[in-house]
Every structure is written in structure tokens, then in C-alpha cells.
């Protein structure tokens, strides 16, 4: 398992606890309780310029395409994947 982190932040003099988190079945980990899509691909090593994010909750699927800007709460075992943006290619 490959783990990558953001920064650590503080709060109240404090560390969060980490919260983890996974894109495309890659395990996440970060004490942020928000993101952004474009943070999140960054972190999976996942180019926002030629994907873009969904969230998985269950059968609800949550599309950041064209969102990337917007702040998403980040909670423990949240499951995102991504989309390329690219054309798709003929056989």
C-alpha cells in the first residue's frame, strides 16, 4: 500500500486525527477536514488537467466535474474515483 499525506494541520493547539480515504483503490491519508477536487487528484498523483472527480456514497455518485474549486468534507473511508477527460480510444 502506498500511503501519501498532506500536511498536517493544527487545530486549538492540536493535530487532527488522520482521516483516511481512498481514489481510484488507492489508500489516502490526511489530517485536513477539507479539500479540494484538485487537491485530492494532486494527492493521488492524478493530473486534474485530464481527469476530474466523482465521490462514491453507496449507489449516490457526486460529480466535481467543473467544481474544482469547491471545498469537499473530507470523512474516514469516503470513497472518490476519477474520470478521464481524454478521448477515449477506438479499437
Avoid: C, N
Avoid at 487532527?16 to 477536514?33: A, C, M, N, Q, S
Avoid at 466523482?54 to 455518485?61: A, D, L, N, P
Amino acid at each position: 500500500m502506498t500511503e501519501h499525506t498532506s500536511p498536517s494541520t493544527v487545530e486549538d493547539g492540536r493535530h487532527l486525527h488522520p482521516i483516511d480515504f481512498t481514489v481510484d483503490g488507492e489508500k489516502l491519508r490526511t489530517t485536513e477536514r477539507e479539500l479540494t477536487p484538485i487537491k485530492i487528484m494532486v494527492m493521488a498523483s492524478i493530473d486534474p488537467q485530464t481527469h476530474y472527480l466523482v465521490q462514491i456514497e453507496g449507489r449516490h455518485r457526486e460529480s466535481y466535474q467543473g467544481k474544482d474549486g469547491i471545498p469537499i468534507h473530507i470523512r474516514d473511508d469516503a470513497k472518490f474515483i476519477t474520470v478521464s477527460t481524454g478521448p477515449t480510444p477506438v479499437s
